[in-house]
């Protein structure tokens, strides 16, 4: 089976690294699937958005992204992402909660929907 080499890494930390058989993020041009041997491409992520990933022994990593670039190239995907968290990391009720308060602050009530968006994704 084809792999390609992945790398989720956030300004603080890398959150993942690995071979993988699927790639999925949204960016700014629309969602997007990156497969082995994809031409390169640079992508800008969403503010928000959602990164999942099909490790080549089948596991699904997803995770919450909040804005950030995608590098493709024909073996690897690189996901550089201003901030990230693994959906399996998230505290659902403090999501939930940063909603039903809500507020003036747009960029946290829009990180909490991307927060949920990825557990459901996940």
Do not use: C, Y
Not at 36 to 54: D, K, S
Not at 104 to 113: G, I, P, Q, R, V
Request: hydrophobic share 45%; net charge negative.
């Amino acid at each position: 089976m084809a792999e390609m080499t992945v790398d989720l890494v956030a300004v603080e930390q890398r959150l993942w690294s690995g071979k993988a058989t699927l790639v999925s993020a949204q960016t700014t041009e629309g969602e997007i699937g990156i497969m082995p041997g994809h031409e390169p491409v640079l992508g800008q992520l969403v503010e928000a958005g959602v990164v999942a990933i099909t490790s080549d022994e089948g596991e699904r990593i997803v995770a919450a992204v909040h804005g950030g670039f995608l590098s493709v190239t024909a073996n690897s995907v690189t996901v550089l992402a201003e901030s990230a968290e693994l959906a399996s990391d998230i505290d659902v009720e403090e999501a939930k909660a940063v909603l039903a308060r809500g507020g003036d602050d747009e960029e946290a009530l829009a990180a909490a929907k991307g927060r949920l968006r990825a557990v459901e994704r996940g």
